[in-house]
């Protein structure tokens, strides 16, 4: 059964890079599937960011290409998130998933609070 | 960018009465669409996935319908654990997909 989790800083300053990993367990990344990320505000509803393919293809939200980057090391079977130049409206649970035309399935989410 | 706006934003009701949940596509998603109920603290959990089809575990009182661009998930009558919030989300241009606003389903 795949589980997945998220790490990373839960306090980044305005203006820098918001880093995340998640961690996959319980299956290959390597052998299929789109791996991605997804935010929800606090108190506010889902916002998809950007999703990679094992084979390294990217797709990203429109609304949020220019500031995002989703990467992939097989090697580690994990996957990562950069959001440069945050802002407060970037403040968010920060969701890793496995993305199939059928389901998603959902790491725990962690909180990342953007403020100075 | 497909925009799928869900309404109610709130739903007031009581246990063992019968929710109706819309959701409305801005253009037509055919029937790639699915639903998710989302409990505080906790990531959300797949209800129905290609409009109609429950997934695993889920109990035989929600079921969901629609095609194009207007779609209803309905709970035929409410539990207790019903209570919570309600997304849709479309899958038509994969693998790049969209979330509505999700619908609060209250206890009144």
């Known amino acids: 059964q795949v589980q997945l989790q998220e790490s990373g800083p839960g306090l980044v300053k305005p203006s820098e890079t918001l880093s995340l990993t998640c961690a996959v367990s319980?299956?290959?990344?390597?052998?299929?599937?789109?791996w991605g990320w997804i935010r929800q505000p606090p108190g506010k509803g889902l916002e998809w960011i950007g999703s990679?393919?094992?084979?390294?293809?990217?797709y990203y939200n429109p609304s949020l290409k220019s500031r995002v980057t989703i990467s992939v090391d097989t090697s580690k079977n994990q996957f990562s998130l950069k959001l440069s130049s945050v802002t407060a409206a970037d403040t968010a649970v920060y969701y890793c998933?496995?993305?199939?035309?059928?389901?998603?399935?959902w790491g725990q989410g962690t909180l990342v609070t953007v403020s100075s | 960018e497909i925009v799928l706006t869900q309404s109610p934003a709130t739903l007031s009701l009581s246990p063992g009465e019968r929710a109706t949940l819309s959701c409305r596509a801005s253009?037509?998603?055919?029937?790639?669409l699915a639903w998710y109920q989302q409990k505080p603290g906790q990531a959300p959990r797949l209800l129905i996935y290609?409009?109609?089809n429950r997934a695993t575990g889920i109990p035989a009182r929600f079921s969901g319908s629609g095609s194009g661009t207007d779609f209803t998930l309905t709970i035929s009558s409410l539990e207790p654990e019903d209570f919570a919030v309600y997304y849709c989300?479309?899958?038509?241009?994969?693998?790049?997909?969209?979330f509505g606003q999700g619908t609060r389903l209250e206890i009144k």
């Open positions: 998933a496995r993305l199939s035309r059928q389901q998603l399935v």
């Open positions: 319980g299956y290959s990344i390597s052998s299929g599937y789109y």
């Open positions: 990679i393919y094992h084979s390294g293809s990217t």
């Open positions: 253009q037509s998603v055919s029937s790639y």
């Open positions: 290609d409009a109609s």
């Open positions: 989300q479309q899958r038509s241009n994969w693998p790049l997909i969209t």
